[in-house]
C-alpha cells in the first residue's frame, strides 16, 4: 500500500500564493500519474492539475494560469504552487497518485487525507 502525506495547506489571505506538497511512501511502487484534487464544501471533488512520470502535466478546467504542479519522481513527491489565491479557491485539497505495485504487481489508486485551504477575503 503507497501512503500520501500532504502538507502545506493553511489560511491565507486573498491574492497570496500557497504551496502545497505531497510525499508518497510504502515498499517496492512505481508511481505514474500524480495529482491534485479538491473539493469545497457541498461540492463533488474535482481535478486540479496531474502529471505524469514522464512530465505531462493535465490542468482542470478553469485552474490554469494560477496552478502550477511538478513532481520530483526520484523522492516521489508532488507539489501545487497557488498563485492569487481567491476565496473560491477555499477547499480541502487531496493528493492522488496511482501506479504499480512491485511485490504484487497491483495496480493502486492512493489518495491522501487531506489538507485545508482556506482563503479568507
Known amino acids: 500500500q503507497v501512503q500520501l502525506v500532504e502538507s502545506g495547506g493553511g489560511l491565507v489571505q486573498s491574492g497570496q500564493s500557497l504551496t502545497l506538497s505531497c510525499a508518497a511512501s510504502g515498499y517496492r511502487f512505481h508511481i505514474n500519474d500524480m495529482g491534485w484534487y479538491r473539493q469545497a464544501p457541498g461540492k463533488q471533488r474535482e481535478l486540479v492539475a496531474k502529471?505524469?512520470?514522464?512530465?505531462?502535466?493535465d490542468y482542470g478546467d478553469s485552474m490554469k494560469g494560477r496552478f502550477d504542479i511538478s513532481r520530483d519522481n526520484a523522492k516521489n513527491t508532488v507539489t501545487l504552487r497557488i498563485n492569487s489565491l481567491k476565496p473560491e479557491d477555499t477547499a480541502v485539497y487531496y493528493c492522488?497518485?496511482?501506479?504499480?505495485?512491485?511485490?504484487?504487481?497491483?495496480?493502486?489508486?492512493?489518495w491522501g487525507r487531506g489538507t485545508q485551504v482556506t482563503v479568507a477575503s
Open positions: 492522488n497518485a496511482d501506479g504499480v505495485n512491485l511485490e504484487t504487481a497491483r495496480g493502486f489508486d492512493s
Open positions: 502529471v505524469s512520470r514522464s512530465g505531462s502535466t
